[in-house]
């Protein structure tokens, strides 16, 4: 625990589209056959890149594995009331001790996960300069990135990544962005994360009731609250390493958006600090999703839900992948908790009333300084502000939609997010 401490201290419908061909089918010829990431693969342990490289104490190995609940959400979508009692239960049990847990018979079609798998490979397995084309760009909010190097230039996270957005009111489609940024020949895998990510607002939205049901308030507050959202949708890819002890896939972190839905294949590497020990989060079931609680709700649920510190781990042998996407609110509504949880705290209010692109903003002037108390350093920073003085230029967090689109990409991205 000690290592772990010292290092925190540094540092819709659900399935494909009528007629749209399995996978395997349409891609009849092997377009792509270069996996890019072997130029990490192919390094030796003397030779890794000092910018990859973690201090020890940040890259210690987990030893146990979380005791997160699997949720079975058949009878809780189905209205069953004695299932939708123990599902609650067991999300409560979960979300107070580290906001993680593992969902199943969620409603989403395995074809659809799989073929978001299968389509994103072509990408990953691109040229370099095929996925350049899609690299992030000023004033936008969507990207590909190679270790996040275009932004940092020290511990690096061994991993590629692409991240798009998902807006409530866009008249840019997912589907429009792979074929503007990547040509035709990506338009289905376009279409496929188009319907992948309809299926995860709509579940994220069903898991703002059970979340509700769960903390004891009105069943639709959570819901309605996010009825207008702006997520973010994220690829990632982590190629094998021969020193694994000496890097990190992704940097410890706290997600800072409200909800996430992984998807992660069999390979595993998911860990989570509880009880100050780092903790597997083995993936055991191929049909399961990883939920957990990011710093927004747990605002939104006035501190009862925690936001927890967690990371990725690589190996020698496997590429890894994994999907997430992120649930975040829309820009300027105020994140405040329900008052009928507030009028059954005690304590009385934990966080103050911000917005999201106000949390953002602040993400921006403190990067990679993830210690866990993210969320707690940001509250100190909005109470500091005298409301009685306009807030100086380098405290300003009133930004335009432009200026939103790009810090809400920018900074997601600028996260150690698995």
């Known amino acids: 625990m ?19 061909p399995p996978f395997k089918d ?3 010829t092997p377009v792509f056959l270069n996996h890019s990431a072997s130029a990490h693969s ?7 890149p000092t910018q990859f490289l ?9 030893l146990g594995e979380l005791n997160e609940p699997l949720v079975d959400l058949e009878g809780f979508l189905c209205g069953d009331r004695d299932s939708i009692i123990e599902a609650a239960r067991a999300v409560r049990e979960a979300c107070t001790r580290h906001g993680f847990f593992q969902v199943v018979n969620h409603g989403i079609d395995p074809e659809l996960i799989q073929a978001a798998h299968d389509w994103i490979d072509p ?10 084309r899609a690299r992030t760009q000023v004033g936008s909010m969507w990207g590909y990135s190679s270790s996040h190097s275009e932004r940092f230039s020290w ?3 061994w991993k590629e990544t692409l991240s798009f957005g998902f807006p409530e009111s866009s008249q840019e489609s997912v589907v429009k962005y792979f074929e ?19 299926a995860m607002k709509d579940l994220s939205l069903k898991m703002m009731e059970l979340l509700a049901i ?15 959202s702006c997520s973010i949708m994220r690829c990632n890819s982590y190629p094998p390493c021969r020193d694994p002890s000496r890097v990190l896939g992704t940097g410890p972190h706290c997600d800072p958006t409200s909800l996430t839905i992984l998807h992660q294949d069999q390979v595993g590497g998911l860990e989570v600090l509880s009880d100050g020990e780092w903790q597997k989060v083995r993936p055991d079931r191929p049909d399961a999703l990883v939920i957990n609680i990011g710093d927004t709700f747990m605002a939104l649920s006035n501190g009862k839900y925690k936001s927890c510190m967690h990371r990725v781990v690589v190996n020698k042998r496997e590429v890894r992948r994994s999907l997430s996407f992120f649930f975040c609110p829309s820009p300027d509504k105020p994140v405040r908790p329900p008052p009928s949880l507030l009028a059954d705290d005690q304590s009385g209010r934990k966080y103050p009333d911000f917005s999201w692109s106000e949390f953002l903003h602040f993400l921006g002037k403190h990067r990679r300084a993830d210690s866990g108390d993210t969320l707690d350093r940001f509250s100190d920073w909005i109470l500091s502000r005298s409301p009685s003085s306009p807030p100086s230029p380098d405290q300003e967090p009133t930004l335009t939609a432009s200026v939103r689109a790009l810090t809400l990409g920018d900074q997601l991205m600028n996260q150690h997010v698995h």
């Open 2 to 20: 000690s290592s772990t401490l010292a290092c925190l201290g540094k540092m819709a419908s659900s399935s494909l589209p009528p007629g749209f």
């Open 54 to 62: 973690w201090p020890e104490e940040c890259t210690t190995r987990a």
């Open 214 to 228: 769960s903390l004891g308030v009105d069943r639709l507050y959570y819901r309605d609250f996010f009825k207008e």
């Open 180 to 198: 503007s940024t990547l040509g035709e020949d990506f338009v289905q895998t376009g279409m496929v994360y188009e319907k992948y990510c309809e």
């Open 155 to 157: 511990r690096l996270p």
């Open 26 to 28: 349409a891609l009849k």
């Open 42 to 48: 192919d390094q030796d342990h003397h030779s890794i």
């Open 123 to 132: 990408f990953f397995r691109a040229p370099m300069e095929t996925k350049l």
